[in-house]
């Protein structure tokens, strides 16, 4: 499920918007943790959120975080335009996380905590009326991302990306 912060977000500022959402969600909202499993800058950079990486249950989708997971993208897009390192990197962190739990990008799941059909790559509005999130400019390019995905699952195996223990948003968190 894809999100975005709806914070105005310096490019240059994307470690320490990552350390306020994690204030925003563990302080104040009292979440334990990030609510995201990833967050992306508008640098394109990946940032951990949710601890546990992919094994985790996120906090993103009152009354229904099973069988999802969250991406988060720092920034508010009701009107800005996403950044093309952070649009990028999003499709490259779906691909390969589609590629290791083989999910179709374009395909259409019943999630089982709502009764809703939604697509496997969405938008928070999608599962929840009641939200603008993702807002609508990258709500907008959901259906281009789910083709760039599908594309790049199609590539031969050099090509795509895989999730490894290594990758920097599947490691530890650092101090």
């Known amino acids: 499920m894809i999100h975005h912060t709806a914070i105005s977000v310096i490019p240059s500022a994307g470690p320490e918007s990552v350390c306020e959402i994690w204030k925003l969600h563990t302080l104040e909202r009292g979440w334990g943790d990030v609510g995201y499993h990833f967050l992306i800058d508008p640098a394109g950079r990946i ?33 800005d335009v996403v950044a093309e390192a952070s649009f990028e990197a999003l499709v490259e ?3 390969a996380l589609c590629h290791v739990l083989s999910i179709d990008p ?17 938008g928070h509005r999608d599962g929840n009326r009641s939200t603008e999130c993702p807002g609508d400019e990258l709500h907008r390019q959901l259906p281009e991302i789910r ?16 999730l490894k223990s290594e990758d920097p948003f599947l490691s530890e968190p650092r101090d």
């Not at 990486?53 to 969250?70: E, Q």
């Not at 374009?106 to 969405?122: Q, S, W």
């Not at 083709?147 to 895989?162: F, H």
């Open 47 to 79: 940032y951990e959120g949710r601890a546990g990486g992919i094994n985790s249950i996120g906090g993103h989708f009152k009354g229904g975080n099973n069988g999802t997971l969250a991406i988060a993208l720092l920034g508010n897009f009701t009107a």
């Open 93 to 95: 962190l779906l691909g």
């Open 106 to 122: 374009l395909e259409h799941r019943i999630h089982f905590a709502t009764g809703l059909k939604l697509p496997t790559i969405c």
């Open 147 to 162: 083709n760039r995905v599908k594309y790049l699952l199609a590539q031969p195996s050099p090509k795509r990306t895989s």
